[in-house]
């Protein structure tokens, strides 16, 4: 399971302030990466099995950029005087890692 501690330090977040959003965020990144990779697999006791560590690492870097991103949800381009800013929904390295773990589907 990705880590709070993981994106607080990515963030350079130090306090329990912003904790119960960022858990909201990770819990809605997993589902996300689940949906688009296929990966519902459950154990015995019925609950659903961890996700690989490079699809924890994708959910991590998911929720860094929903994080930074809110507040201008649904922007694709942000200017501000002579400085612009172009935002990507997903990073182009957390892309390869979620297509290299997508599940055929029939």
Excluded: Q
């Excluded at 015995?44 to 690989?52: G, M, W």
Aim: charged share 30%.
């Amino acid at each position: 399971m990705a880590e709070l501690s993981r994106v607080k330090l990515t963030l350079g977040l130090e306090d329990d302030t912003h904790d119960a959003v960022l858990s909201l965020l990770l819990e809605r990144c997993e589902t996300w990466v689940r949906g688009v990779c296929g990966i519902f697999d459950m154990g015995e006791d019925r609950t659903l099995l961890p996700l690989a560590a490079p699809l924890d690492d994708a959910v991590e870097a998911l929720c860094v950029v929903r994080y930074n991103k809110l507040g201008s949800e649904g922007l694709s381009t942000e200017a501000v005087g002579p400085l612009s800013m172009n935002y990507s929904d997903i990073p182009a390295d957390t892309a390869r890692i979620l297509d290299r773990w997508k599940r055929l589907r029939f």
